[in-house]
């Protein structure tokens, strides 16, 4: 009776460490995750991630193995973000209207569909590269409503203090899977080819639905449930609002700048492997799990750091480091060394992502986070131009030299936010 009596006690204990909505939680390493409800969205979200990465893989590889073209594949990459350009700041007013649990039902029916569509296209008639390219194109409609309803439904669940260690603990949860996911990637392309790789992504994006419809209930905060305005009002009072305050316009800027040269190297990739490199689709998937094990890597150091408080000057250092390792990346003619820097330059590409959305959510009302991380992937929708330029110049001037330019441009880039962080006194 006695110990039956202690057992329930120690159960009770254990049961309020992971209630729903607690908002005494200290902050600490794993503070987002002791919240139910941030732990069934980060979950569900996981999912949807491992089909993103895995996809990735399979349509690189894809043009650069049959067009032996960079500007070709380079234009898969652009086209996939071209939906962020157009849609975003509605797919953010989208996340602040409507719960996590629709979008991500409705997003992975959606794209289970166009994905089994595109396979099919690549099986049947490989060489129909505008239908493919059109496909590509309505994948990346669906992942442009993923972003803001992911980082508004991490933010939402947890407490203020919480809101970095959540979107780092995201981030982390998203590099951590892509390095499991492109393995495997890797694995189905080279055994199975690109079809039947792309089926299997579409079967993990009708599992992440069917997931998210069964564990996620209708999650519906305060910043939804008195929602009242016009959708078109909403959209324009989020421009409105975001670029009326300085530190968010900068930042803006400073995201288009890095997602043209920084970024880049996702979708180059594919052409260092096979030309600088000479390699093969192992290679390349090598190159490609190592900058996701530094995206893992570095998503953990800064999940360590809590609610830190000077930010923007953690975002400098970062920029920083980022232009460096992409400049001495492009030097490299040996696999394992290339390894290496691509694993620093993953990692700060992930940090540069992560601290950006907390600064952006940090600085928004909480019913406009949504529309904050819509304008963000509006702004940055516009680097596919800067893309294209870069396939271009690795045509004209030659892929190490093209890299070169990217790593010092974003350098340079570092060290006018540094002016200007100093200047108004962020830190």
Known sequence: ????????????????????????????FLSAILISDFRKILFS?????????????????LFISQTESVPLTILSFAIRQLPLMMIAPFSGAFSDR??????????????????????FIINSSPNSYILIYSLIFLSGTGHAFLQPSTQKAYTDSVPQNLLMNAVSTGSVSLRGIGVISVMIGTVLFKYLGASWTLYCVGLVYLIGALN??????????????NNSNTFLKEVIEGFSTIFKISLLRTLLI?????????FVFHSILPAVAQKLLNTDVVGYGSL????????????????GLGNYKYKNRLLVYITLGYGILIALFSFSNLLVLSSILIFGVGGCAAMFDSMQWTILQTHVPSNMKGRAIGM?????????????????????????????????SLFLCGLLFFIYSKNTNND
């Open 288 to 303: 490609a799990t190592m900058a996701a094990l530094g995206s893992f890597i570095g998503t953990i150091l800064l999940m």
């Open 376 to 408: 963000w992937g509006f702004i940055i929708g516009f680097g596919l131009g800067g893309h294209l330029i870069i396939g271009l110049a690795s045509d004209l001037v030659g892929i190490r030299e093209t890299l070169l330019i990217c790593g010092i």
């Open 212 to 225: 998210s419809m069964v564990i996620l209930p209708s999650f519906s905060y305060e910043a939804i449930k």
């Open 1 to 28: 009776m006695y110990c039956s009596h202690i057992w329930k006690i120690l159960i009770n204990q254990i049961k309020n460490k992971f209630i729903k909505g607690r908002t005494d939680i200290k902050n600490n």
């Open 45 to 61: 979200t996981t999912i949807f991630s491992f089909a993103q990465w895995t996809e990735r893989i399979a349509i690189g590889w």
């Open 254 to 262: 400073l995201a288009l700048v890095v997602e043209i040269f920084g």
């Open 98 to 119: 409507f719960t996590i649990k629709k979008i991500l039902v409705s997003v992975g029916l959606f794209q289970f569909i166009i994905t089994f569509f595109l396979a």
